[in-house]
């Protein structure tokens, strides 16, 4: 079955830098790849995805790119803010919709610290 | 729009006890997931539901059960639980065929004794 390995699994920035979290996955079928922000007693957040036909995306802060031949993806934040503090995981699935789109593999996640 | 709702949201057990999870989804949305989440194993899929019908299960024990009603609520049930098995259970929210994103609810805190 698909494996998504994650790193780093601590991250720690200060306050306005950059902060890169990457993901590898192992099965070729995969075709969507979601990334979720948990903080504290809460539920993961989905922050950004991306499809497999899609090399990069980007939402204010947030980008996320997509290399389909080395079959890994990464999360970019920049300007970081304290409140960017909280695990990040990222995760993919193989689902098309026909069968299914729930089974999302997890990485094991990341934990940001953002020192103001 | 409301969130996804998961009730309890903190339970407590002993061993060999079985309990019910409940998750009502974000209203319109028609597909249901449940993931299991430890210090240990990370986030884990458990199975996931659409119209009632199961579509997908990971590996986990017969134990673990679910069901979804018509209204799109779910169920999920653990019979003879095992300290193992406290964890937080995690619901997410899928609008239907077509779409990917899953919103997931605050998740049930659930302690094995």
């Known amino acids: 079955g698909e494996n998504v390995e994650q790193h780093p699994s601590t991250l720690s920035v200060q306050e306005g830098d950059s902060a890169v979290i990457k993901c590898t996955y192992s099965?070729?079928?995969?075709?969507?790849f979601p990334w979720y922000k948990q903080e504290l007693g809460k539920g993961p957040q989905l922050i950004i995805d991306?499809?497999?036909?899609?090399g990069e995306k980007k939402d204010q802060r947030i980008a996320v790119t997509l290399n389909k031949t080395a079959k890994h993806f990464s999360l970019h934040i920049t300007e970081t803010q304290p409140e960017d503090s909280a695990v990040y995981f990222c995760?993919?699935?193989?689902?098309?919709?026909?069968?299914?789109?729930?089974?999302?593999?997890f990485g094991q996640g990341t934990i940001l610290t953002v020192h103001p | 729009k409301a969130g996804v709702t998961q009730t309890p949201r903190y339970l407590i057990k002993t061993r060999g006890q079985q309990v019910t999870l409940s998750c009502s989804p974000i209203?319109?949305?028609?597909?249901v997931s449940w993931y299991q989440q430890t210090p240990g194993q990370g986030l884990q899929f458990l199975f996931e539901?659409?119209?009632?019908?199961?579509?997908n299960k990971g590996n986990f024990p017969g134990r673990f059960s679910g069901r979804q009603f018509s209204n799109s609520r779910s169920e999920m049930n653990v019979s003879t639980l095992e300290l193992g098995d406290s964890a937080l259970y995690l619901c997410?929210?899928?609008?239907?065929?077509?779409?990917?994103?899953?919103?997931f609810g605050p998740g049930t805190r659930l302690t094995v004794l």
């Open positions: 995760a993919a699935t193989t689902g098309t919709g026909g069968t299914s789109y729930g089974k999302l593999t």
């Open positions: 099965d070729s079928a995969s075709n969507y």
């Open positions: 991306i499809r497999s036909n899609v």
């Open positions: 209203s319109g949305h028609r597909s």
């Open positions: 539901y659409f119209s009632e019908t199961q579509r």
């Open positions: 997410a929210s899928i609008p239907g065929q077509g779409a990917r994103e899953q919103f």
